[in-house]
């Protein structure tokens, strides 16, 4: 199970939602490769894919004497599950139900309504 908060602390800061979308266009790199895109030092990275880490947004490897960085979504997909998905069904529901109303021809009763009366 995520930590919602660890995840959300970790989505709230630039820095880290652009390490993660550098991460996003190319998997596995390594801590130079990260810092080269940002400007900040060598340490701020550090600190920001550790924050990334423990908020289980990034999965690293050692290879060699590299360690790669690769972008997990799972938490990302979670968090999108259980707190926007289900205040979207509502809205989806409610535009179904207006185009339904409106694309009826005047007079005539639209299925919601004689289903809602009946």
């Known amino acids: 199970m995520i930590d919602e908060d660890l995840v959300f602390k970790a989505l709230a800061d630039t820095s880290r939602r652009f390490l993660l979308d550098l991460l996003h266009k190319r998997d596995g790199q390594t801590l130079s490769e990260l810092e080269w895109e940002l400007e ?4 701020g990275v550090m600190k920001h894919l550790k924050l990334l880490e423990e908020a289980g947004l990034v999965i690293t490897r050692k290879e060699g004497r590299e360690k790669l960085h690769f972008l997990n979504a799972v938490p ?4 999108h599950d259980r707190w926007i998905d289900k205040y979207r069904q509502h809205q989806v529901s409610a535009l179904v139900e207006l185009k339904k109303k409106l694309e009826t021809p005047k007079g005539e009763k639209s299925w919601i309504k004689a289903k809602k009366t009946a």
């Open 40 to 43: 900040m030092t060598r340490f």
């Open 76 to 79: 990302i997909r979670q968090i």
